[in-house]
T-cell receptor, first 109, second 115 residues
């Protein structure tokens, strides 16, 4: 079983739409959680950390459910520039990150 | 944020040869890591580069194949030894910076193709 599993998508949505996707992780001892964004042929960049209480950063909302070992990301009012691969990332300890395979989002005009 | 550079940015190598990838950070960082991203896949951690001592390798990766050096707090190298086409991948270094609330930053990656 993979440590982090994500819905690969692709999610193809019109501008202005809301898109949501999630991931699950297998290590119940995981300490911290993140969403990274990776554009084509670029390195991953941190989008946001994910906290147990849920957190928002502008149009992006992340949720963590430790009991179900489940993380979600919601993007409101999608922009063309939101088109990317979104990586669910889990820190199992000592900053060793486990990456999901990524969810591809394409926002069309 | 930490600024990371990697050299080379890409290379095409012959089977059986070795390539050393350099990672340079513009500030002292606590931790440095090496990841691999194979075509169409996500990132996999190869090892933690420890300053002044042997790297700590993840399951499936060994020192003979991926020797790593970290002589100081801003620089590390990863060597891909005795390459085969299966080693074709993007290799990325990453760092954890205490100055940025322990956010982990990634270098631009080295795209390696083995013929």
């Amino acid at each position: 079983r993979k440590e982090v599993e994500q819905d690969p998508g692709p999610f193809n949505v019109p501008e202005g739409a809301t898109v949501a996707f999630n991931c699950t992780y297998s290590n119940s001892a995981s300490q911290s959680f993140f969403w990274y964004r990776q554009d084509c042929r670029k390195e991953p960049k941190l989008l946001m950390s994910v906290y147990s209480s849920g957190n928002e950063d502008g149009r992006f909302t992340a949720q963590l459910n430790r009991a179900s070992q489940y993380i979600s990301l919601l993007i409101r009012d999608s922009k063309l520039s939101d088109s990317a691969t979104y990586l669910c990332v889990v820190n199992g300890g000592d900053y060793k990150l486990s990456f999901g395979a990524g969810t591809t989002v394409t926002v069309r005009a | 944020s930490a600024v990371i550079s990697q050299k080379p940015s890409r290379d095409i190598c012959q089977r059986g040869t070795s390539l050393t990838i350099q990672c340079q950070v513009d500030s002292q960082v606590t931790m440095m890591f090496w990841y691999r991203q194979q075509p169409g896949q996500s990132l996999t951690l190869i090892a933690t580069a420890n300053q002044g001592s042997e790297a700590t390798y993840e399951s499936g990766f060994v020192i003979d194949k991926f020797p790593i050096s970290r002589p100081n707090l801003t620089f590390s190298t990863l060597t891909v030894s005795n390459m085969s086409p299966e080693d074709s991948s993007i290799y990325l270094c990453s760092v954890v910076s205490e100055l940025s609330y322990n956010e982990q930053f990634f270098g631009p990656g080295t795209r390696l193709t083995v013929l």
